[in-house]
């Protein structure tokens, strides 16, 4: 029995010193900060991704409803902003005229997202009048979603992965923001 | 036995046996505990390597009152229902997947060029959206608005201003107000004007603060005696309203115009929010400076979310004209109308006004503010009335936003117009709706018209009218449906809704009939306008007025959803309509506006010379008769002022 027990103690603590390292799992996350992440982004139609986000930031473990929010759409506009010179550089190279087309759109639809939907998000958030900032980051998602359309006819979709990402940032600022409405 | 490992599940199924013995025990709960710790372990394990690759729901978040949160591009576009009866009329053949085949920015500047209207009211660039303090003063009809002075989203928000003699006809002036407060240097928010006995006006307006709370403030002519009213005062002694314990500093902002209360106070309402109830705060002032915040509420109701630009009004149960905001009394019902943040649209209730302790009280409980009725079932917010003295009426502005994408308002440079203002009158026939119908001073831009009488649709077919040019229109309709056909039909249990059904391709027994506006010859661009009667299993009939967008453009970047609602129809009443056609808007009125749609409409080819108007009826099982009369629409003109007063 004593074997048993030590054998059993043994390996569960084996398992333990997996459970720091599996932060990044939907499961019981630590601290008071986290239990707003938590329940903030069960709200969102991308968890993990929201969760990864938020953890990745160290402001997120004392920050509100409303730094949460903030907090996304910096690391939304991050990663427009890499995407964006991402369609900048395969415009260089590019040389077939229907695929320029299309990257140039994507150029468009990213410039807006930039210069308009994430500064307005931010700053219909910040103000207190949060339905612009649903708005706001709603068109952004939508911006993605036409850069993705313009490749339907295109062999391959360069900036498929990154423009994913951009689009469901978005939709998780969008979440956010409502639940300030 | 103690259980020491806690974190096992406590299980009934560990074939513990009752009967063995000690030592067969030990041996099965070892066999068992190693098993368990190990499943554990490995559990964990896997779960660290397959957790980061999410399975999650892949769709943005659809608000289920289609606003602008939906995402076109996720619903299926080539699917359409396939409905019983010939392929004919309005077929469904029609529908061609959408997205250019090069998958080409479908935005040129001659389609974005169209886009402006003729005759709505709108600044010459940038971004507009709440109607704000509108009154009518010294001659000069005033309407003041939230505008973006840099850029075509929202943002940097201040009072735009302009004025007009009918309504219709509007001059641009100076911006009234801008940011140069520390209460308002985030925004010049939502205000309401109010005209005090000796004729002076005073205006009370949301200002966002340099910390961004929401507070009243106070402001005035400048000059009484400039009857354009271009330049504007802030009282010094602003905010006069700052949010009180309980209410969170975020959610205080649309102060309405003021009634006289029987006292001879003036009393204003706000609206706001406590967690999920939506309620509207009731102060009393006797200068616009000194408030008292009354007990309770004028009203509030649970899961409507935050109320913005609240609206309070009278209305005659008996008179065809408007009522100054201060009337009450015998013959007078209230309505109060809220803003709804939550879905971003427009709703009213009509009820009864308590003065005493300045309650309000729905007639009818199941539709009572927020979760009833609807001032417009299609893109329209933060409305608000004003009483025109000058016409003895009452006049309701509304927000029309835009459904295309926010990167087709840059390269256009502007977003949003307004309503045609339009009358309110209460409905006495139904008793629970307002009647709204476009200023009469609109009939002035009328110029030829073309009259069709008596003509009969055949089911499942589509007219033609040739009117020569169809973007600026005004429509009258009278649609009179086969009376056998209506008789005859069997009903069913099925029911309709104008938002998920299959649009104008759908066909029914009995709809869905009557225009498509903005349409290309062929039909590959079209905006249905029309009726749609369903008859229950019991044979009573419901009658729907819906305004579908799915095939309005070829650009796969617009808003394609169908608006619409259910409308009341009276023993006795034909079907009517009227449709203002004006570019990119379409407001429709059915029944003498009992219900109203508006929608924004970005053909790529149903443009200028190549834009047209038809009669259709879908229907199966029944012929329609149509009668109307379709007006060529001048220009308004909208331009700045000439003599532009500047400081």
């Not at chain 1, 990044?24 to 601290?31: C, I, M, R, S, V």
């Not at chain 2, 409980?365 to 409305?383: K, Q």
């Amino acid at each position: 029995m004593k074997n048993t027990i030590s054998l059993a103690l043994l390996q569960l603590a084996f398992s333990f010193t997996f459970l720091p390292v599996s932060q990044n799992l939907a499961l019981e996350l630590q601290g008071p900060g986290a239990n707003l992440i938590e329940t903030t982004c069960k709200g969102t139609p991308f968890y993990n991704l929201c969760v990864s986000t938020l953890r990745s930031d160290p402001r997120s473990s004392s920050a509100d409803l409303l730094g949460l929010a903030h907090i996304v759409a910096d690391k939304l506009k991050a990663k427009t902003t890499a995407t964006l010179g991402q369609i900048t550089g395969l415009l260089k190279g590019a040389k077939d005229p229907k695929l320029r087309m299309a990257l140039r759109d994507c150029f468009d639809y990213y410039n807006a997202i930039i210069k308009y939907d994430i500064p307005v998000t931010i700053d219909a958030v910040a103000k207190g009048n949060p339905k612009f900032g649903v708005q706001g980051a709603t068109d952004a998602a939508n911006e993605a979603d036409a850069c993705e359309r313009r490749f339907k006819n295109q062999p391959k979709f360069p900036i498929s992965s990154s423009n994913k990402v951009v689009h469901d940032l978005s939709a998780v600022v969008a979440s956010i923001v409502q639940l300030l409405l | 036995m103690a259980d020491r490992n806690p974190f096992l599940p406590v299980s009934s199924s560990d074939g513990f046996n009752p009967t063995g013995t000690q030592v067969n025990r030990r041996k099965l709960i070892k066999q068992l505990l190693t098993i368990f710790v190990g499943l554990l372990a490995v559990g964990l394990f896997a779960a660290l390597l397959i957790g980061n690759n999410g399975s999650d729901n892949a769709h943005v978040n659809e608000n289920e009152h289609g606003s602008l949160a939906s995402s076109t591009s996720k619903k299926p576009e080539s699917l359409r229902p396939v409905s019983r009866g010939p392929a004919a009329g309005v077929s469904e053949k029609s529908n061609r997947p959408f997205a250019n085949v090069d998958g080409n920015l479908p935005w040129n500047n001659s389609m974005l060029s169209w886009q402006r209207t003729a005759f709505h009211f709108q600044p010459e660039k940038n971004w507009m959206n709440d109607p704000n303090g509108p009154l009518f003063y010294k001659g000069w009809y005033h309407f003041f608005y939230q505008y973006n002075p840099n850029a075509a989203v929202w943002g940097d928000i201040v009072w735009g201003h302009a004025v007009s003699k009918d309504l219709i006809h509007w001059l641009h002036l100076p911006l009234a107000m801008v940011a140069d407060q520390w209460y308002d240097k985030n925004g010049v928010w939502t205000g309401s004007a109010t005209i005090l006995p000796d004729g002076k006006v005073v205006m009370l307006y949301t200002g966002s603060t340099a910390e961004a709370v929401q507070v009243q403030n106070l402001a005035y002519p400048a000059d009484h005696s400039d009857p354009l009213l271009v330049h504007w005062v802030k009282y010094h002694g602003n905010p006069v309203l700052v949010p009180p314990p309980g209410i969170d500093e975020k959610d205080f902002r649309d102060p309405t115009t003021a009634w006289l209360t029987s006292e001879g106070k003036w009393r204003i309402t706000i609206g706001s929010k406590i967690n999920k109830t939506g309620i509207a705060l009731v102060y009393d002032t006797k200068d616009f400076i000194n408030y008292e915040q009354l007990d309770g509420v004028l009203h509030a109701v649970p899961g409507t979310g935050m109320w913005e630009c609240v609206d309070f009004f009278p209305v005659s149960k008996t008179e065809e004209n408007g009522l100054d905001t201060s009337v009450n009394g015998p013959g007078v019902k209230h309505v109060v109308k809220v803003s709804l943040d939550d879905d971003r649209h427009d709703y009213y209730a009509v009820g009864t006004y308590h003065e005493k302790n300045s309650t309000w009280i729905p007639d009818q409980h199941e539709i009572d503010v927020g979760i009833g009725i609807r001032y417009d079932y299609g893109i329209y917010y933060a409305a608000k009335t004003f009483y025109d003295q000058n016409k003895n009426r009452r006049v309701l502005w509304g927000w029309i936003g835009e459904s295309d994408s926010e990167a087709a308002d840059k390269q256009k440079g502007w977003a949003s117009v307004q309503s045609i203002p339009r009358t309110i009158l209460f409905d006495k026939k139904t008793g629970t709706h307002l009647v709204q119908w476009p200023v009469e001073e609109i009939d002035s831009l009328r110029l030829n018209s073309n009259e069709f009488n008596q003509v009969t649709i055949q089911a499942g077919s589509v007219v033609p009218l040739d009117i020569g040019p169809a973007t600026q229109l005004d429509i009258i309709a009278k649609f009179e449906i086969d009376k056998e056909a209506l008789e005859k039909t069997t009903g069913s249990n099925l029911t309709f809704s104008c938002s998920t059904s299959g649009g104008a391709a759908e066909r029914g027994a009995l709809g869905p009939f009557g225009l498509l506006v903005l349409a290309d010859e062929s039909l590959s661009e079209q905006t249905p306008v029309y009726f749609h009667i369903a008859k229950g299993s019991d044979g009573n009939l419901k009658t729907f007025f819906c305004n579908d967008q799915s095939r309005s453009s070829e650009a796969s970047e617009v808003n394609k959803q169908i608006y619409g609602s259910i409308i009341p129809v009276l023993k006795g009443e034909n079907l009517s309509l009227r449709i203002l056609v004006d570019h990119s808007i379409i407001e429709s009125f059915a029944q003498g506006g009992r219900t109203v749609i508006t929608s924004r409409v970005y053909p790529t080819k149903a443009i200028y010379g190549a834009a047209k108007v038809f009669l259709f009826n879908n229907a199966t099982d029944a012929s329609v008769t149509a009668s109307l009369k379709i007006w060529q629409m001048n220009s308004a003109f909208i331009r700045p002022y000439p003599n532009d007063k500047k400081s």
